[in-house]
């Protein structure tokens, strides 16, 4: 059910289990991985920062998850996804949803080109189940499995321990 | 009565996150209520005049109250995971029965 995802979140883009010591080193090792990959220029990574900066932690969007992007004119070349798993959770300052464990960046050079990875992502934020998953996974190819397994299967898999 | 046409514009800092996860929302309420919609995806930057509905993130609630002084519904929705706020929001103004 979420395959499209795979297309985005791959074991080029997925990074697992990373030492971070706040919030902005997070976002940029995230934004780090669209630029190593060619998907964005270096100012589009300062823009993930810079918004967070301006506007809060609006980018926490539920418990533990962030999507961290910038504007399309800030540098963002191709629709890309990528994702960072933390060895240990970071504060953004959000009133209820602290601390981030997951994050996730996005570039879109048009807006609304990136509909259905985002709805598909949607659908990750609704099973609580699998951002647990996905916040114990060890290896980019654990995250994958999910993407790929269908919702059977997802009930049937098993929490790892972290 | 609920709403026969909803023109509406889903707000975030950058006009592709999280004001996408909303226009998702907003917009399968919509279609399930059989409301037509023409929903955009802007920035707090950019946004447009014509609107009879404004959705955004808790954190540009205030920005937006400010900038629409009542004369349109703004929506702040803080909980993205499913549709729930949105919809009961949606029904308290009267966009949806």
Redesign the interface.
Known sequence: MLGNLTKYLNEKTIRTQVECQNWEEAVRKVGNILFENGDVESSYVDGMIK?VK??????V??PGFA?A????EDGAKKVAMCMITLKTPVKFGHE?YDPVYVVMG?S?PA??R??EA??D??NI??EEKILEVIKCAQAANDIMKIFNSDETLLSQQEIAPS | MAWKKVNGACICGCGMGSSLLLKILLESILEEKKISSNIECVDSGSVPNDLTLVVTSSAFEKEMNDRFEGKIPVIAIKDFYGKGELESKLRDIGVID
Do not use: D, S
């Open positions: 918004y301006k506007y809060g932690p609006y980018i969007l539920m999507l992007h910038a504007r399309p209820n996005l879109a807006k609304e990136h509909v985002l709805a992502i949607c934020l609704k």
